[in-house]
Protein backbone atom coordinates (compact mmCIF):
# COMPACT_ATOMS: atom_id res chain seq x y z
CA UNK A 1 0.00 0.00 0.00
CA UNK A 2 3.07 2.53 0.66
CA UNK A 3 4.48 1.42 -2.39
CA UNK A 4 0.85 2.51 -4.33
CA UNK A 5 0.48 5.38 -2.53
CA UNK A 6 4.14 6.77 -3.26
CA UNK A 7 3.32 5.90 -7.09
CA UNK A 8 0.37 7.70 -6.94
CA UNK A 9 1.99 10.69 -5.20
CA UNK A 10 5.08 10.81 -7.90
CA UNK A 11 2.28 10.89 -10.76
CA UNK A 12 0.23 13.61 -8.87
CA UNK A 13 3.80 15.21 -8.50
CA UNK A 14 4.17 14.77 -12.36
CA UNK A 15 0.43 15.89 -13.93
CA UNK A 16 1.27 19.00 -11.39
CA UNK A 17 4.39 19.60 -12.69
CA UNK A 18 3.49 19.60 -16.27
CA UNK A 19 0.65 21.96 -15.35
CA UNK A 20 2.98 24.30 -13.64
CA UNK A 21 5.10 24.39 -16.64
CA UNK A 22 2.24 24.63 -19.15
CA UNK A 23 0.95 27.65 -16.86
CA UNK A 24 4.21 28.95 -17.17
CA UNK A 25 4.33 28.69 -20.94
CA UNK A 26 1.17 30.28 -21.26
CA UNK A 27 2.19 33.18 -18.77
CA UNK A 28 5.56 33.72 -20.43
CA UNK A 29 3.95 34.07 -23.94
CA UNK A 30 1.39 36.71 -22.55
CA UNK A 31 4.22 38.33 -20.79
CA UNK A 32 6.30 38.40 -24.39
CA UNK A 33 2.82 39.58 -26.29
CA UNK A 34 2.60 42.61 -23.62
CA UNK A 35 6.43 43.69 -23.95
CA UNK A 36 6.53 43.29 -27.63
CA UNK A 37 2.91 44.03 -29.31
CA UNK A 38 0.74 45.80 -26.80
CA UNK A 39 3.32 48.21 -24.84
CA UNK A 40 5.08 49.71 -28.22
CA UNK A 41 1.67 49.99 -29.58
CA UNK A 42 0.56 52.06 -26.38
CA UNK A 43 3.39 54.09 -26.26
CA UNK A 44 3.28 55.46 -29.39
CA UNK A 45 -0.45 56.15 -29.62
CA UNK A 46 0.17 58.00 -26.32
CA UNK A 47 3.03 60.21 -28.41
CA UNK A 48 0.91 60.71 -31.21
CA UNK A 49 -2.12 61.52 -29.40
CA UNK A 50 0.52 64.20 -27.37
CA UNK A 51 1.98 65.39 -30.65
CA UNK A 52 -1.87 65.94 -31.71
CA UNK A 53 -2.99 67.70 -28.59
CA UNK A 54 -0.01 69.97 -28.80
CA UNK A 55 -0.81 71.02 -32.45
CA UNK A 56 -4.69 71.57 -31.04
CA UNK A 57 -3.39 73.72 -28.21
CA UNK A 58 -0.90 75.92 -30.50
CA UNK A 59 -4.37 76.22 -33.57
CA UNK A 60 -6.29 77.18 -30.30
CA UNK A 61 -3.67 79.62 -29.00
CA UNK A 62 -3.28 81.24 -32.64
CA UNK A 63 -7.17 81.56 -32.82
CA UNK A 64 -6.89 83.05 -29.64
CA UNK A 65 -4.69 85.66 -30.50
CA UNK A 66 -6.36 86.63 -34.22
CA UNK A 67 -9.51 86.72 -31.86
CA UNK A 68 -8.23 89.56 -29.38
CA UNK A 69 -6.53 91.55 -32.55
CA UNK A 70 -10.07 91.32 -34.20
CA UNK A 71 -11.29 92.51 -30.20
CA UNK A 72 -9.22 95.29 -30.29
CA UNK A 73 -9.59 96.11 -34.02
CA UNK A 74 -13.46 96.19 -33.78
CA UNK A 75 -13.47 98.59 -30.65
CA UNK A 76 -11.12 100.92 -32.54
CA UNK A 77 -13.33 101.22 -35.27
CA UNK A 78 -16.34 101.57 -33.39
CA UNK A 79 -14.29 104.42 -31.62
CA UNK A 80 -13.48 105.99 -34.51
CA UNK A 81 -16.90 105.73 -36.05
CA UNK A 82 -18.62 107.20 -33.11
CA UNK A 83 -15.80 110.43 -33.30
CA UNK A 84 -16.80 110.58 -36.69
CA UNK A 85 -20.72 110.56 -35.99
CA UNK A 86 -20.19 112.92 -33.27
CA UNK A 87 -18.18 115.34 -35.17
CA UNK A 88 -20.75 115.19 -38.03
CA UNK A 89 -23.64 116.06 -35.69
CA UNK A 90 -21.86 118.82 -34.52
CA UNK A 91 -21.46 120.27 -38.19
CA UNK A 92 -24.53 119.62 -38.43
CA UNK A 93 -26.17 120.76 -35.67
CA UNK A 94 -24.05 124.51 -35.80
CA UNK A 95 -25.43 124.61 -39.57
CA UNK A 96 -28.61 124.36 -38.29
CA UNK A 97 -28.18 126.87 -35.77
CA UNK A 98 -26.87 129.42 -38.35
CA UNK A 99 -29.67 128.65 -40.82
CA UNK A 100 -31.95 129.15 -38.10
CA UNK A 101 -30.40 132.08 -36.63
CA UNK A 102 -30.62 133.52 -40.46
CA UNK A 103 -34.25 132.81 -40.77
CA UNK A 104 -34.97 134.61 -37.22
CA UNK A 105 -33.11 137.37 -38.65
CA UNK A 106 -34.97 137.60 -41.63
CA UNK A 107 -38.25 136.89 -40.17
CA UNK A 108 -37.45 140.03 -37.83
CA UNK A 109 -36.68 142.23 -40.31
Not at 16 to 27: D, G, N
Not at 66 to 90: E, F, G, N, P, Y
Request: net charge negative; hydrophobic share 40%; no cysteine.
Amino acid sequence: MLGRATLESAESSRETSLRIYALAEVVGGLNQTIVEDILPAWIQKAESDQKHAELAFKQAGNSLEWTKRAVIASAVISLLATWWQISVSQDIDHENSLSQKTTENLLRE
